[in-house]
């Protein structure tokens, strides 16, 4: 009869795959990101480590420039304006009221016609209570001049979710990436210098392109300090266009 002690064996252990290492560890290791966050890595490196340098700067900047001014153009439209962008500027001229009154009126109608729609109530409710107080006042002229970095930081905010959530191939997302890094970078460089540094303020305040700088004119007209200016749209490149990427990645695309 069998030893009922005997103990039965045990099946050899499956044999294991060695990790891979070297340039294959890096390689499984970038398979397993995020093609957001894969996008992000590589635009880094000629948005921010180059991005001074051809052909990454003309790039940038075309972006900048464009965006900038139509951000200007929409503002003077939206206010009664007439207004016409160039490379390098915005050409705006007088505001005509009987426009903007027409402006006011269709936000007015837009407020009841979405009275019982959540979010869009409170949206077009506060649009046509503000809009008066900005249209039909000299704060159209600050918000036109605020209205190209405006239009930078959201730009970068939309670039950022079109990375983060978007299906479209990885190159397109490095592209999207790369314009947003580049503008969110310029921005807080150029604004970080002028409310720190005396002599970034001095080159702000005296070269400019046509006339005067943008946060120049709008210290002007509102008493406030250009360092105070230039600390608030820091704030506003950190808080918008990144605050948006984060979201995206928390909360992916079905």
């Not at 590589?42 to 951000?71: C, K, Q, T």
């Not at 209570?129 to 405006?150: E, I, M, Q, R, S």
């Not at 990375?163 to 969110?184: C, G, K, Q, T």
Request: charged residues 15%.
């Amino acid at each position: 009869p069998a030893d009922s002690g005997a103990v039965a064996p045990q099946p050899a252990p499956a044999p294991t795959r060695p990790e891979p290492r070297g340039a294959q560890g890096v390689a499984a290791a970038w398979a397993t990101l995020a093609p957001g966050v894969r996008a992000l890595l590589v635009a880094f490196v000629p948005s921010v480590l180059f991005g001074w340098f051809f052909p990454f700067r003309v790039m940038g900047e075309g972006i900048s420039f464009l965006v900038h001014e139509l951000g200007h153009t929409f503002v003077a439209w939206f206010f009664g304006c007439t207004a016409v962008p160039a490379i390098v500027m915005t050409v705006v001229f007088e505001q005509n009221r009987a426009v903007a009154a027409l402006v006011w009126g269709g936000l007015v109608f837009l407020a009841v016609r979405y009275r019982r729609a959540p979010r869009w109530n409170l949206l077009f409710a506060g649009a046509a209570l503000l809009y008066p107080l900005l249209a039909f006042t000299k704060a159209h002229v600050t918000a036109f001049d605020l209205g190209g970095h405006a239009a930078e930081a959201a730009f970068a905010a939309w670039a950022f979710r079109r990375v983060a959530r978007s299906e479209r191939p990885e190159w397109e997302r490095v592209v999207w990436a790369f314009f947003a890094l580049y503008l969110v970078v310029r921005n807080v460089k150029l604004f970080g210098g002028v409310a720190l540094s005396a002599a970034a303020r001095t080159d702000y305040l005296t070269v400019a392109i046509t006339g005067q700088n943008d946060l120049v004119k709008v210290a002007a007209t509102t008493g406030l300090a250009l360092a105070t200016l230039a600390f608030l749209v820091v704030l506003l490149f950190l808080v918008v266009p990144l605050g948006a990427l984060v979201l995206a990645f928390r909360r992916p695309a079905a």
